[in-house]
């Protein structure tokens, strides 16, 4: 079985982590708390800054995926720019 860290763990709870780690870890943490589906977004974190980018499937996702952000280890603010998802059956 793979050891790479595909759901959040309290040990990831480490203040201090490289940015990149930090992304990796807020992702996880939404897939984790939130059931969202992360597919579309990407998160980039600069200083204990997350950017959230992207697109989720409804709106509620939004507000759900950044307060999940804002609620992990290490983060001191979240910039929510996720977008909800174009519906393709629409013509």
């Given at each position: 079985?793979?050891?790479?860290?595909?759901?959040?763990?309290?040990?990831?709870?480490?203040?201090?982590?490289?940015?990149?780690?930090?992304?990796?870890?807020?992702l996880r943490?939404?897939?984790?708390?939130?059931?969202?589906?992360?597919?579309?977004?990407?998160?980039?974190?600069?200083?204990?800054?997350?950017?959230?980018?992207?697109?989720?499937?409804?709106?509620?996702?939004?507000?759900?995926?950044?307060?999940?952000?804002?609620?992990?280890?290490?983060?001191?603010?979240?910039?929510?720019?996720?977008?909800v998802r174009?519906?393709?059956?629409?013509?």
């Amino acid at each position: 079985m793979p050891t790479d860290k595909s759901i959040y763990s309290h040990r990831d709870d480490d203040p201090h982590l490289t940015d990149d780690d930090l992304a990796e870890k807020v992702l996880r943490f939404i897939r984790y708390a939130t059931f969202v589906d992360t597919s579309g977004i990407s998160v980039m974190a600069l200083g204990g800054m997350v950017v959230l980018s992207g697109n989720v499937a409804e709106e509620p996702d939004i507000a759900c995926a950044g307060e999940a952000a804002a609620s992990v280890i290490g983060v001191s603010g979240v910039e929510n720019r996720l977008t909800v998802r174009p519906d393709e059956s629409t013509d």
